[in-house]
């Protein structure tokens, strides 16, 4: 079993719609946890970043956090279809420490 | 814009040559990080070094594969004697700080074993 789980996709939505992304996770040791965000054939790119359980915002950005659950989720307000990318969840337990990747969801937000 | 640099982006080796990959990390970022994405999967970690120093080498194979990153130039992974399964997409990230998951990623060098 992965150490961090997340839906392949594809999934696909319309535009303007919310899309909603989630990771579960085997490893309590986690505390820190982010997602990026990965075009076809570039480099990951930071969308948000979360220490421990709670929810943060950043425009049309939410990720919420429940560690009680081993569960994180990323919502994407009012999709566009630049938000087309494959979204990836991260976690690790302390600082220096390496990232531990879920596989990625292919999001496609259709015009 | 002084990102992270990644050379070459594609690079084509036969089975048993050598693939040097190349990192320069964004400017005034001393902690680099690799990782490798094959096909469908996400990205796992390789290792972390900080300048002459490698901190944490626990996702390298055991053996052909090699890092460094020297006070002056660019960190390099090396694998020697590459193999099919090495193909795969190498990336490269730094901070600035060891800290805790804010990597600032470069755009990756693929890497095809005929």
């Known amino acids: 079993q992965k150490e961090v789980e997340q839906d392949p996709g594809p999934l696909s939505v319309p535009e303007g719609a919310i899309v909603s992304l989630n990771c579960t996770y085997s490893?309590?040791?986690?505390?820190?946890f982010m997602w990026y965000r990965q075009y076809s054939r570039k480099g990951p790119e930071l969308l948000m970043y979360?220490?421990?359980?709670g929810n943060k915002e950043d425009g049309r950005f939410t990720a919420q956090v429940d560690k009680s659950s081993k569960y994180i989720s990323l919502f994407i307000r009012d999709s566009q279809p630049s938000d087309s990318a494959t979204y990836l969840c991260?976690?690790?337990?302390?600082?220096?420490?390496?990232?531990?990747f879920g596989g990625g969801t292919r999001v496609l937000v259709k015009p | 814009n002084a990102g992270v640099m990644q050379n070459p982006r594609h690079l084509v080796r036969r089975r048993g040559q050598e693939a040097r990959l190349r990192c320069s990390p964004m400017?005034?970022?001393?902690?680099v990080y690799w990782y490798r994405q094959l096909p469908e999967e996400g990205l796992k970690f390789m290792v972390y070094?900080?300048?002459?120093?490698?901190?944490?080498e626990s996702g390298m194979p055991k053996e052909r594969f090699s890092a460094e990153f020297p006070k002056e130039g660019p960190s390099i992974l090396r694998i020697q004697q590459v193999v099919r399964g090495d193909s795969a997409a190498y990336f490269c990230?730094?901070?600035?700080?060891?800290?805790?998951?804010?990597?600032?990623f470069g755009e990756g060098s693929r890497l095809t074993v005929l």
């Open positions: 070094l900080q300048k002459e120093n490698i901190i944490d």
């Open positions: 979360t220490y421990s359980s």
């Open positions: 400017k005034g970022h001393s902690h």
């Open positions: 991260a976690m690790t337990k302390a600082a220096g420490n390496k990232l531990t």
């Open positions: 990230a730094s901070s600035l700080t060891r800290n805790t998951g804010e990597l600032f």
């Open positions: 490893n309590s040791a986690f505390q820190y």
